[in-house]
């Protein structure tokens, strides 16, 4: 048995995050630049201009539980509280450590990546935080100007 793959994970402002090749391949983006063969990789440098560190730390420490333990569809339906709507225990205390404004650069960094399971997630937590909120509180938590 081969020893496992290790890629390093570059931030915008220069932390380095050691991965397993299998973390790094959730991210639709690496997957495409990473040879299915893992004796066949070359450069194991990952670079993330777009992701600063303390972000790309949380985007590995989801993507590495994910790995081990998928997160599960959820269903919103008529649900309206985040811990109804997601059900496994690690994921709910993950998104919801993230205040509004830490969660946008979360989002941006999933779709930067595209890792669809952390995108889900924390766009689930921004819907449910505006759900029935009036007009003027939304547009206040976009910074969206009056028309």
């Given amino acids: 048995m081969s020893e496992e793959v290790m ?28 040879p299915e063969n893992d004796d ?12 600063l560190g303390k972000t790309l730390k949380k985007v590995v420490e989801f993507c590495t539980q994910y790995k081990s333990d998928p997160l599960e569809k959820f269903e919103v339906q008529s649900k309206e509280r985040l811990e109804d709507i997601v059900t496994q225990e ?17 989002i941006q960094a999933a779709n930067y990546l595209d890792i669809q399971p952390l995108l889900e997630l924390s766009v689930l937590a921004i819907c449910v935080e505006i759900n029935n909120k009036p007009a003027e509180k939304i547009r206040e938590i976009f910074n969206i100007p009056h028309p």
């Fill in 7 to 34: 890629m390093s994970m570059k931030s915008k402002d220069g932390e380095v995050f050691e991965v397993p090749v299998e973390v790094a391949r959730m991210s639709k983006m690496f997957n495409e630049t990473i």
């Fill in 40 to 51: 066949e990789i070359e450069d194991k440098d990952l670079d993330c201009p777009k992701v």
């Fill in 90 to 106: 690690w994921y709910f205390k993950f998104i919801s450590q993230f205040k509004r404004d830490d969660l946008f650069p979360l």
